[in-house]
């Protein structure tokens, strides 16, 4: 069977999988496995039937506990045999986050998240890892750097090539650009575009970050996975 990496479900713009990605072993990463996209609220009738279509078992959502009250997910109501999960990843609110990272740049934001919200991380790739087999789908609001930077974690323990972790990074910033300037058009062009831009220096930074502490599998360890965890996280892909 032939897959494409994009994903197109109506009334998402950032959806993709994370299969087909070269590893430094020569491998490709499974198919149909894991799965990445902007917010769920977004999807039309007829992109809930795709996600069906596309045999979706467990949804992961990153969003603040605000985003999530505010813009309750369709999901549960209209998918019911879908698994739902809402585990914020960037501590329990915005207001929280933003005093932690205040003034950092982007190109060093994914270590920021690593060193500081090592619980939430912690608790998102339990549920991801406990998650039956099948198709999962995890999303924040964007799609690019919550849920960018759990695929460029995962792709990483999987051992793919840095320079493909980099790349799905940076895809975000295409796929929204343009759709963003027309959706967001009272704001300057400028914050736009900087809001959307995901350099692939960060990914860089990261697997520096993470090298440090004996790659993908050291950090996981270190932030409390248990093997078991770590094992069937890498077995997603």
Same mark, same amino acid.
């Given at each position: ?12 713009? =950032?959806? !993709?999988?994370?299969?087909? $990605?070269?590893?430094?072993? &020569?491998?490709?990463?499974? #198919?149909?496995?894991?799965?990445? @996209? ?14 069906? =279509? ?9 969003? #603040? ?17 879908? /698994?739902? $999960? ?10 929280? #986050? ?19 919200? %090592? ?22 609001? @964007?799609?690019?750097? %919550? ?32 759709? $963003?300037?027309? /959706? ?6 400028? #914050?736009?575009?900087? @809001? ?7 990914? $860089? =930074? ?7 502490? &004996?790659?993908?599998? &050291?950090?996981? !360890? ?16």
């Amino acid at each position: 069977m032939l897959f494409t990496r994009t994903l197109d479900i109506p009334g998402l713009l =950032n959806a !993709r999988d994370l299969g087909g $990605y070269p590893t430094r072993s &020569g491998r490709q990463t499974r #198919w149909r496995s894991l799965l990445r @996209a902007d917010d769920l609220v977004q999807l039309t009738p007829e992109g809930v039937e795709t996600l069906a =279509n596309l045999g979706v078992h467990t949804v992961v959502d990153l969003r #603040w506990p605000g985003e999530v009250a505010i813009s309750p997910h369709p999901v549960p109501s209209r998918l019911p045999h879908v /698994r739902y $999960y809402h585990v914020s990843l960037l501590t329990e609110s915005e207001t929280q #986050w933003s005093e932690i990272s205040e003034g950092c740049e982007k190109e060093m934001w994914k270590c920021l998240v690593l060193e500081k919200t %090592r619980p939430h991380l912690r608790r998102v790739l339990q549920t991801i890892a406990s998650a039956p087999p099948g198709p999962l789908l995890f999303h924040c609001v @964007a799609g690019k750097d %919550r849920t960018g930077l759990i695929a460029a974690l995962l792709l990483a323990l999987a051992e793919v090539e840095p320079e493909a972790i980099a790349a799905d990074y940076a895809e975000s910033s295409a796929r929204l650009r343009e759709a $963003y300037l027309e /959706r967001y058009k009272e704001v300057e062009p400028e #914050w736009i575009l900087e @809001a959307v831009r995901c350099p692939e220096q960060g990914v $860089y =930074n990261m697997l520096s970050y993470l090298e440090r502490l &004996g790659g993908a599998p &050291g950090y996981l !360890r270190e932030i409390g996975l248990e093997e078991e965890h770590i094992e069937r996280l890498k077995a997603r892909l």
